[in-house]
């Protein structure tokens, strides 16, 4: 259980972050005023005249640590240097994330020091590969622009939309209400599946949850269950927590996610 901690948020940090890597590349115009329509039915940051936001992230690392069955003496030596770490992270105007980090309290040794910049390493991509599954619904589009190569059949109930990059195919579905209800992602190296939760508000779909799998070429297979609350902020539909709960060899492991202190620039 060296470092359980650690592996948990790497492996959180995994899964997140793939759905953010849907891409197309040119397809017929016809079916763009279709994508025109979808865009318009999801609430988006970029049409509210937000052009990038700041925010500071918490974590209760006593919580995850009893999660991931630290032992009292690893708990002891990292806690108050845990908890005396700051995490503040930008978004910019295409969604990306940039995380960075700030330590009140000096490690009382080289070992203790590379533990925790492990873990807020890992902690640090897994709040990147958070928002670059959220950008996709609440910045960006998972629609194709008409510079983008994709395939669309209309399946009665439902639309197919499917496209490939080299060895990788991706697969959505949504329905004539232009909800998302599932994205596909498959290579040589793994299957993901992502099935969103979106709810609807005068302003547009927004995403409220999703679960994941995430299916390895060795075998292993990754669950991930995540729900996010909102907090109106002038006006504005932003995050204030996550929760998200992973499978791991010692049972699920959840992760409570606060968000808080925001600022953001207009365009």
């Not at 948990?8 to 397809?27: D, E, N, P, R, W």
């Not at 700041?54 to 974590?59: D, E, G, P, Q």
């Not at 008409?146 to 059949?153: A, D, Q, S, W």
């Not at 269950?225 to 204030?240: H, K, M, N």
Request: charged share 20%; hydrophobic share 40%.
């Amino acid at each position: 259980m060296k470092r359980a901690g650690t592996c948990i948020i790497l492996q959180l940090s995994c899964v997140f972050l793939f759905v953010g890597i849907f891409a197309s590349s040119t397809g017929a115009a016809d079916d763009q005023q279709l994508f025109n329509q979808a865009r318009r039915s999801y609430y988006n940051l970029k049409r509210e005249g937000v052009s990038e936001f700041r925010c500071h992230v918490t974590l209760d690392w006593e919580a995850f640590l009893d999660a991931v069955k630290a032992d009292a003496a690893r708990k002891e030596e990292l806690l108050p240097i845990l908890k005396k770490t700051h995490f503040e992270v930008l978004v910019g105007p295409d969604g990306a994330a940039f995380v960075s980090h700030q330590f009140d309290l000096a490690p009382p040794s080289e070992e203790v020091a590379s533990r925790i910049q492990a873990m807020s390493g890992g902690f640090e991509q897994m709040i990147t590969g958070f928002f670059q599954t959220w950008s996709q619904f609440m910045i960006n589009s998972l629609f194709p622009s008409p510079k983008e190569k994709y395939e669309l059949t209309n399946e009665g109930q439902t639309y197919r939309l499917s496209s490939s990059e080299g060895s990788t195919e991706v697969f959505m579905s949504f329905g004539h209400d232009f909800a998302l209800d599932e994205m596909q992602m498959k290579s040589a190296g793994f299957d993901a599946t992502v099935h969103p939760i979106l709810v609807r508000t005068d302003r547009g779909f927004v995403l409220s949850s999703y679960t994941a799998t995430y299916k390895a070429s060795t075998g292993a297979t990754q669950q991930i269950a995540v729900s996010i609350e909102y907090l109106p902020i002038q006006g504005l539909t932003l995050p204030s927590a996550v929760k998200a709960s992973v499978t791991s060899p010692n049972g699920p492991v959840e992760i409570l996610l606060k968000f808080d202190d925001y600022s953001f620039t207009k365009h």
